[in-house]
């Protein structure tokens, strides 16, 4: 049996099935996520702040995307694995964009790409329709997409139609012009739970949360949270286990172990001289 696919997913969402995706930027991760029977894995360019050690997505490479993706590909078996374009890799040329996108699905192994969409984004639904003609399955993303955070002015939730937030009929509008030009998803990000059921109830195709409430189709959330290895906690997100402690623990013993003789013993040895435990 192969990796999920997008009638896989859609027979899911007509069946009324809550959707699951999480993201993963290695490949030890992406196997336990994998094995953890998600339907989908985004290699986020959360990445940014959440495995590559920047403050913020911005900085995050097409490169390093791709180095990212080609990471958790080789590692997942059953889940869609979808690659996440950075900051700046599409929307400067209709050809650069292809190309870039191309290099996820050729290079790097995903079966889906995704971008960002600010409300009524022109230039990235012409993306999307260009990508989808050529069989690049796409997801889309609104709400609050971090790659404008810079004119967003912070993390604010989206819907609500004042100075940093854009109204709900902006994004519903938005959503219903990414399904049109081919996406096969979207996802929603930091809206009202009205917003989100709205959007929801405007498209035919799933949509997936991370902090857009209750009536959508799916939920994302990003694994170093939900590991409780981000060292934050967010109000749409939930941790699920407390990896720092268990990691930190670890490392407090090896260096004990170490220090007190304890490791290597005779066991860890090759051919050892006096069997020393
Ligand atoms: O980059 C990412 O991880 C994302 C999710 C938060 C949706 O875009």
């Known amino acids: 049996m192969g990796r999920t696919s997008i009638p896989d997913i859609i027979e899911k969402y007509d069946n009324g099935e809550s959707l699951t995706m999480l993201t993963a930027y290695d490949a030890p991760i992406a196997r336990q996520v994998d094995n953890g029977g998600v339907d989908m894995i985004l290699v986020g360019d959360s990445a940014g702040d959440n495995h590559l050690g920047y403050d913020d997505t911005l900085p995050v490479t097409l490169d390093e ?3 990212n993706t080609a990471a958790v590909d080789r590692a997942v078996e059953d889940a869609m694995v979808i690659g996440d374009m950075p900051f700046l890799s599409y929307g400067t040329s209709l050809e650069e964009s292809v190309n870039n996108a191309g290099r996820f699905m050729k290079e790097a192994g995903a079966d889906a790409v995704k971008l960002e969409t600010a409300p009524y ?5 012409e993306i999307i329709e260009r990508l989808t003609e050529l069989g690049m399955p796409v997801v889309g993303h609104i709400g609050l997409t971090p790659q404008r955070m810079n004119q967003i002015g912070g993390g604010y939730v989206q ?9 709900l009929e902006a994004l519903v509008e938005t959503a219903k012009r990414i399904e049109e030009a081919g996406a096969f998803s979207i996802i929603i990000e930091a809206v009202t739970e009205e917003t989100g059921k709205q959007v929801t109830e405007a498209v035919d195709v ?13 939920q994302v959330l990003v694994i170093t949270d939900v590991l409780g290895l981000s060292g ?13 402690t268990i990691v930190q623990d670890a490392v407090e013993t090896y260096v ?17 001289i006096d069997g020393r435990e």
Do not use: C, H, M, W
């Open 121 to 125: 984004g022109e230039t990235t639904i």
């Open 206 to 218: 799933p949509t997936i949360g991370i902090g857009a409430g209750r009536y959508v189709d799916g």
């Open 65 to 67: 995307a791709l180095s």
């Open 232 to 244: 934050e906690s967010y109000k749409l997100s939930k941790q699920y286990a407390d990896l720092s």
């Open 159 to 167: 819907g609500r139609g004042d100075e940093s937030s854009a109204t």
């Open 256 to 272: 004990d172990d170490v220090q007190n003789g304890e490791f290597p013993s005779s066991e860890n040895a090759f051919d050892p």
